[in-house]
C-alpha cells in the first residue's frame, strides 16, 4: 500500500521493505549475518523509544500492548538465557567465554522473540513483506541459473569471504559469497544461494513458498512458487522437500476446517483410499528408505551425533546442560555434539531447562495461529505454517542459528498474534456492550 495522507507510511514498514528486498544486494557483501540482529535491536529500540515517549506529550505512534502470544516467546528466551548463565557457571567455563555466548544468544535465540516483538507493536503491514519477499524471488529466480552454470565453467564455489567475519559468527561460511557447492558422495552440485548451507536453503526456500502461496497478484504469486520450487530442487534437500509436500497441504486443511466440504472431500478421501492403505504405507516407506540411501554416510554421522548428544546430557548435566558445544570424535568428523537438530543441541548445551524453553512457546504459537488460520485469515495461515516448518526444521538444524535469515517470517508470526489480540479485545467489547433496544 502507498503512502496517502489519510495512512502514512510508518518508518520500521519502510526500512522491512527495504531490508528484505535488497537481500541478495547485502548477501553479495556478504552481510546478511549482521543485517539480521541489527535489524531485530534497531527495531526493539524503536519500540522502546515508543513506549518510553508515549508517557510524554510528544507527537508518537501508536504502541500497541504486547500480546500473550509474544510475551510466551519472550519469557522463553529470557529462560533460555537463564540456562545459558546456569551451565557456564556450573561447568566454570570463565567469565570470557560467557559473555561471548551470552553474546551468541543474543544473535541467536533472542531473535526468536524479538522479531514477534517487532511485528505485533510495530506498525509493520503483511502486504509490506509479501511485496518484499516477492523482489528477493525474483533474484533467486534469475540467479540460478547462473549458479547452474558456474561448476560448468570451471568457477570457484566461493568468490570470497567478507570482511565482516570480524564481527564474530558461527564461522566463515556465514560471510562467504558462493555460486555452489559440491556433493562429496557423488560430486553432484548443490546450491546454498544466500544461506550458509544447502539443508538452510531448502528451509529458506520453504518460508518463501508459505510467501508466495499467500501473494494475492498472480505474478508474483506464480514466480515466488517457481523461485521456491527451484531452490528446494537445487539445495537437494530431503528435509526441505518432505517439508514442501506436508507443511502447506495442512494449513489449507486447517484453513478450510470450518467448511463443511472439507470434512466431506476428507471422509470421502479415507473411504476411498482405506483399501489401499497398506500399499501407501509400503510405497511411503520404500520412498523414506531410498531418500535415506541417498546419503548414508550423512544419516550415520547424525544418528550418532544425537546419541552422544542424549547419552552425556542425561548422565552429565541433566538439568542446566554443559553450557557450550564441544567437538565430538573423530566416528562423528569431529561435528560439535549436538549440531543438526535443535533439540539434542539444546538438550546438551541448555539442559531440560533449555528445551522446555523453546518447546512451551512452539506449542503455545502452534494451537494460537492454527485457531487465527481457521478464521481464514492470510497472517494466521502464514504464522501458523511458519510454526509448523520451524518444529519440522527443529529435528534437521538448529533454529537459532538460522534466526537471523528467518526473521520476516517471525515477523508475521507477531503480526497474527497482534491480530489475534485485536480479535479477542473485539470481541470482548461487544460481550460487554450494552445490548441496544
Not at 30 to 45: E, R
Not at 145 to 163: E, Q, R, T
Not at 304 to 315: H, K, N, P, S, V
Request: charged fraction near 15%; charge should be positive; proline fraction near 6%.
Amino acid at each position: 500500500m502507498d503512502q496517502t495522507s489519510h495512512h502514512p507510511r510508518a518508518p520500521e514498514d519502510l526500512i522491512v521493505a527495504i531490508a528484505l528486498a535488497a537481500t541478495w544486494f547485502v548477501y553479495l557483501f556478504g552481510g546478511l549475518y549482521v543485517l539480521g540482529p541489527v535489524l531485530g535491536v534497531g527495531l526493539t529500540g524503536l519500540w522502546f523509544a515508543r513506549v518510553y515517549l508515549a508517557s510524554d506529550r510528544v507527537p508518537t505512534l501508536s504502541v500497541p500492548a504486547i500480546p500473550s502470544g509474544v510475551w510466551v516467546w519472550i519469557i522463553g528466551m529470557l529462560i533460555m538465557l537463564l540456562a545459558l548463565e546456569v551451565g557456564h557457571m556450573n561447568q566454570n567455563l570463565g567469565t570470557g567465554q560467557t559473555i561471548k555466548s551470552t553474546i551468541g544468544w543474543a544473535k541467536g535465540w533472542a531473535l526468536l522473540a524479538l522479531f514477534p516483538l517487532i511485528g505485533a507493536c510495530l506498525h509493520i503491514r503483511l502486504e509490506t513483506i509479501l511485496k518484499a519477499a516477492g523482489w528477493v524471488a525474483l533474484g533467486t529466480l534469475l540467479l540460478t541459473p547462473i549458479f547452474l552454470v558456474a561448476p560448468m565453467l570451471g568457477l570457484p564455489k566461493v568468490l570470497f569471504v567478507s570482511p565482516l567475519k570480524l564481527v564474530g559468527g558461527p564461522g566463515p561460511e556465514f560471510f562467504a559469497v558462493q555460486l555452489y557447492s559440491i556433493e562429496p558422495t557423488d560430486g553432484s552440485t548443490r546450491l546454498r544461494y544466500f544461506t550458509p548451507w544447502s539443508p538452510a536453503a531448502g528451509m529458506i526456500a520453504n518460508m518463501y513458498l508459505i510467501f508466495a502461496l499467500s501473494d494475492k497478484r498472480k505474478f508474483w504469486k506464480w514466480m515466488g512458487i517457481i523461485s521456491a520450487l527451484a531452490m528446494i530442487l537445487t539445495s537437494k534437500s530431503r528435509l526441505a522437500l518432505a517439508a514442501a509436500l506436508f507443511i502447506w497441504p495442512v494449513v489449507i486443511a486447517v484453513g478450510e476446517a470450518k467448511r463443511p466440504a472439507m470434512w466431506f472431500l476428507a471422509t470421502l478421501g479415507l473411504l476411498l483410499l482405506t483399501p489401499m492403505a497398506q500399499g501407501i504405507l509400503d510405497w511411503i516407506d520404500g520412498t523414506l528408505n531410498s531418500i535415506k540411501s541417498m546419503r548414508a554416510d550423512s544419516n550415520r554421522v547424525r544418528e550418532l551425533l544425537g546419541d552422544i548428544a542424549i547419552e552425556r546430557w542425561r548422565t552429565e548435566a541433566p538439568i542446566w546442560g554443559h553450557g557450550i558445544v564441544e567437538r565430538g570424535p573423530h566416528a562423528v568428523e569431529y561435528m560439535p555434539i549436538g549440531s543438526h537438530h535443535t533439540w539434542f543441541g539444546l538438550l546438551f548445551v541448555k539442559g531440560a531447562v533449555g528445551a522446555i524453553a523453546l518447546a512451551v512457546p512452539l506449542i503455545w504459537s502452534t494451537i494460537e495461529f492454527a485457531l487465527l488460520a481457521v478464521t481464514r485469515s492470510a497472517a494466521g495461515r502464514i504464522a501458523f505454517g511458519m510454526v509448523l516448518l520451524m518444529t519440522f526444521y527443529s529435528i534437521g538444524e538448529n533454529l537459532e542459528i538460522l534466526a537471523y535469515l528467518m526473521w520476516p517470517g517471525l515477523i508475521v508470526m507477531g503480526i497474527a498474534a497482534r491480530e489475534l489480540r485485536e480479535g479477542s479485545e473485539g470481541l470482548e467489547r461487544v460481550i460487554k456492550s450494552p445490548v441496544a433496544a
